[in-house]
């Protein structure tokens, strides 16, 4: 869909008179978009137009081929490195031995005036995106999932994240917005990876849970959090994490 409407507001585009508003509608209201993609191009000439999808987030565009490898690059101020994201690398980088699923691997490429974060594509379904009925249908399934991932991430102390711990005593690893980045087999509904690190931090694990539904009104309405964290307590206490 992203591919499509930025596609048809680039040949639009085209139709604008003056060069500076053609030029602003491109930078502003596309964030670049065609000359982000041509550069990946001049760079990777075997990358297959045809097989190419956009995804937009809060803060970035990810330009997908083939479903092996993704390009991110940020809307705004793409010719630099990013904090979050240099600081999201060294997070994933230290993480990715104690998550129970796949997680990102980035890795920081200047190519021509911008700065793209290389990732290698993890297949799977957003799980906001699928229908309440069958997540509340999984709950159980899918609560014990996450309460082992959360875990898996919670306890894990690796030393080259020592730069980025608070001073709280009592905390561990959390990724706070797990919310709209959980991958999903929807078939199965076994969950393959958990997308955008960029808001860990060393807290209190019960925001681990309210990050599950923070921001979407249908996770909410799915009681995924609380559910979370009365399955994380429950095998907390039965010792029953699958460690």
């Known amino acids: 869909m992203w591919k499509l409407l930025f ?42 137009k045809q097989h190419m999808q956009l995804c937009k987030g809060g803060g970035s565009l990810a330009f997908i081929f083939d479903n092996k490898i993704v390009y991110k690059i940020r809307k705004h ?3 630099t490195i990013h904090p979050r994201i240099s600081a999201e690398k060294k997070i994933t980088d230290a993480l990715r031995p104690f998550c129970k699923v796949k997680i990102p691997q980035i890795e920081i490429l200047t190519i021509g005036k911008y700065v793209f974060y290389k990732q290698i594509f ?3 379904k957003l799980l906001v995106k699928m ?19 959360i ?3 919670y306890i894990a102390d690796p030393q080259e994240l020592l730069e980025f711990k608070s001073t709280k005593k009592n905390g561990g690893w959390v990724n706070t917005d797990m ?23 060393w807290t209190d694990i019960t925001v681990a849970f309210y990050g599950l539904y ?14 979370t964290q009365k399955k994380y307590i429950q095998m907390s206490e039965q010792n029953a994490f699958n460690i």
């Not at 596609?7 to 500076?20: E, V």
């Not at 959980?182 to 997308?195: D, E, F, S």
């Not at 923070?214 to 559910?227: D, E, L, N, Y």
């Open 179 to 201: 919310c709209s980045n959980i991958l999903i087999n929807p078939k199965t509904m076994q969950i393959t990876g958990i997308i955008d690190w960029e808001w860990v931090s």
């Open 151 to 153: 875990h898996s991430v």
């Open 131 to 149: 229908p309440l009925r069958r997540i509340t249908k999984y709950m159980d399934d899918l609560t014990t999932q996450l309460a082992n991932i």
């Open 77 to 79: 101020n793409a010719n």
């Open 122 to 124: 993890i297949p799977g």
């Open 214 to 227: 923070k921001v979407s009104h249908k996770m909410t309405k799915s009681g995924i959090g609380p559910a």
């Open 7 to 48: 596609d048809t507001g680039y040949i639009f585009s085209c139709l604008i008179p003056c060069k500076t508003w053609r030029q602003h509608f491109r930078d502003v209201t596309l964030f670049g978009y065609g000359d982000k993609l041509m550069t990946l191009y001049a760079k990777f000439p075997e990358l297959k």
